[in-house]
């Protein structure tokens, strides 16, 4: 069962849920996440997150999100401590830009499909001939 809200909802609200099925497929699959980086935007800079992460002994790379923070200090604080782990943040690139590829089928930015396994093999679908294309070009 996969951790799913509505379109209007933030993710960081499904956030705990996921986390928590992903440590349980771990543990089923006897794969260790201690020491795995975790790499998240910062709509998910809270304490929660945070601490549910470093609980499961993984490492946060949060990007702070300055909301509500005038203190100067504060900023500067969380700026240098961030500055420390941005070239794993950075990595994080790589796969957004898999996200946005997928974006390109219409079938996929709006779910149409009402069965999971449907969804799901249209994503299959999708990474395939994103694999495909970026293999062998566009002009096959």
């Given amino acids: 069962m996969c951790a799913a809200a509505p379109v209007n909802i933030h993710d960081s609200t499904v956030f705990p849920d996921a986390f928590t099925q992903l440590i349980k497929t771990a543990t089923r699959l006897t794969l260790s996440l201690k020491d795995v980086p975790l790499t998240l935007d910062s709509g998910f800079d809270s304490n929660e997150h945070v601490q549910l992460i470093r609980d499961a002994q993984m490492i946060p790379i949060i990007k702070p999100n300055f909301r509500n923070t005038k203190d100067k200090k504060i900023i500067e604080e969380r700026t240098r401590a961030f500055e420390l782990i941005q070239s794993t943040y950075i ?50």
């Fill in 91 to 140: 990595l994080r690139h790589t796969i957004e830009r898999g996200f946005a590829w997928e974006d390109k089928y219409r079938k996929l930015v709006i779910r149409y499909e009402r069965l999971k396994a449907t969804f799901d093999g249209f994503r299959y679908l999708a990474a395939a001939m994103v694999n495909y294309r970026t293999e062998f070009g566009k002009s096959r």
